[in-house]
């Protein structure tokens, strides 16, 4: 497995990954947000691939409007977390995060606050793997996103 920061080539297999994550929404919508967030120097999306294959990917950005839980601005934020199924429970969502979390360190933040909804148990998953204890947990953000699990 192979975690590194997508690029504007890698702009469609991260839009098929956030399709899977968000299916309310198109693949032209996710073509053209990708497109604009790979070119903004405050936005990161890092991919997983096995055998050169997309298999997850992680959004992260900074986030200079008020967020829950913390008292500086900007924040570095994780937006989305998607992993293909037949690789979960493999170690691939501790390591989008990892590399969401060092991207907010190199940007000089503080540590990534994880955004939860109803499926909470999914984003507190997700903290357990990171190996971070977060001192904070917020139910409901503007936009909530959480791993796809059927």
Known sequence: MNIRKAVQTDVPAAAELACMLWPDNTAPEMLDMF??????????????????????????????????GTDSSPVGYLEGIFVREE???????????????AWAKDMAMQPLPVPTSSRVYLAIAIIKIGGSIYHYIVPIFARIYYINSQ
């Not at 690789?87 to 979390?101: D, F, M």
């Open 35 to 68: 497109s604009q967030l790979l070119s903004q120097s405050d936005a990161a999306v890092f991919l997983a691939e096995s055998e050169n294959q997309p298999i997850g990917f992680a959004q992260c950005q900074l986030r200079r409007d008020y967020v829950e």
């Open 87 to 101: 690789y979960r429970r493999k170690g691939v969502a501790k390591a989008l995060l990892a590399a969401c979390e």
